[in-house]
T-cell receptor
């Protein structure tokens, strides 16, 4: 039981490049979330999903897209990366109350 | 007023001391309350849920005060390993989850 995994762990992008972050959970949770965490800003919700095939915008969705084609996977896409998207990205899943987080992806956009 | 507010700290506390910090929330309809712990450069992990009657887990005690809209975390006999950032989390309507920005705690040897 791996819990929540994220790939990649680290990535450096040039401005304008695109990439996809993958989150996978093996706990059969319905809810999944993508957050970004920046110094002094705390965790900010980007997008979330309440079940397979559903997605919804969070607090800071601009510049990101998501898909939840399979229940166990939640993908976060950056179509055209900007330096302002340099951050640590955490994925989380939840069934009832407790959120389980992945180890994070450190993204730098130069 | 922010939805969830915490003193950012840092709280610098000698080993063995007792430390407490609060978190205030603005929405009286908030339903569930939690404390998460986040170590440097790691993911947040659930420390404990917070119930109206209060709850205790070893050296940690959490309290909820609905009338004044705050939750508290008390750590007794603090250890060096307690050094971390403590995040207050509040849920609304089952789906909306709000994180505080965290309180940094440094336990000094």
């Amino acid at each position: 039981n791996a819990g929540v995994t994220q790939t990649p762990k680290f990535r450096v992008l040039k401005t304008g490049q695109s990439m996809t972050l993958l989150c996978a959970q093996d706990m059969n949770h319905e809810y999944m979330y993508w957050y970004r965490q920046d110094p002094g800003m705390g965790l900010r919700l980007i997008h979330y999903s309440v079940g397979e095939g559903t997605t919804a915008k969070g607090e800071v969705p601009d510049g990101y897209n998501v898909s939840r084609l399979k229940k166990q996977n939640f993908l976060l896409g950056l179509e055209s990366a900007a330096p302002s998207q340099t951050s640590v990205y955490f994925c989380a899943s939840r069934q009832i109350y407790e959120q389980y987080f992945g180890p994070g992806t450190r993204l730098t956009v130069t | 007023r922010k939805e969830v507010e915490q003193d950012p700290g840092p709280f610098n506390v000698p080993e063995g001391a007792t430390v407490a910090f609060n978190c205030t929330y603005s929405n009286s309809a908030s339903q569930s309350f939690f404390w998460y712990r986040q170590d440097c450069r790691k993911e947040p992990k659930l420390l404990m849920s917070v119930y109206s009657s209060g709850n205790e887990d070893g050296r940690f005690t959490a309290q909820l005060n609905r009338a004044s809209q705050y939750i508290s975390l008390l750590i007794r006999d603090s250890k060096l390993s307690d050094s971390a950032t403590y995040l207050c989390v509040v849920t609304l309507d089952g789906d909306k989850i709000i994180f505080g920005k965290g309180t940094r705690l440094h336990i000094l040897p």
